[in-house]
């Protein structure tokens, strides 16, 4: 019944833009923490960036961060991630994670999250 929807992916030239989408149903964002990971082939999962539905605090990994945005409309269930000037090493699959706000989870790889979409892939390639 809880269902995580990740939208947005593609290919994009070296510098540019893509916004992904996760939509949640089955539950609503409210008191929640809503998690982007990615995993490239042969790589470990990473995590890119957190977001707490209640209070809008947020993490993003040292990577992206002053690239990246992570934003909330808990109106629509609906967490969102901003990616500007994006970098070949960007390339992965990226998912969507959630988990309660006061869960024992692993911001840096995703472990503990409760439910996870199925990804959606993100090519950086000239």
């Known amino acids: 019944q809880v269902q995580l929807v990740e939208s947005g992916g593609g290919l994009v030239q070296p510098g540019g833009s893509l916004r992904l989408s996760c939509a949640a149903s089955g539950f609503t964002l409210d008191y929640w923490a809503i998690g982007w990971f990615r995993q490239a082939p042969g790589k470990e999962r990473e995590g890119v960036s957190c977001i707490s539905t209640s209070d809008g605090s947020t993490y993003y990994a040292h990577s992206v961060k002053g690239r990246f945005t992570i934003s909330r409309d808990n109106a629509k269930n609906t967490v969102y991630l901003q990616m500007n000037s994006l970098k070949p090493e960007d390339t992965a699959v990226y998912y969507c994670?959630?988990?309660?706000?006061?869960?024992?989870?692993?911001?840096?790889?995703?472990?503990?999250?409760?439910?996870w979409g199925k990804g959606t892939l993100v090519t950086v390639s000239s």
């Open positions: 994670a959630a988990a309660g706000l006061y869960s024992d989870y692993d911001q840096m790889t995703g472990d503990g999250m409760d439910y």
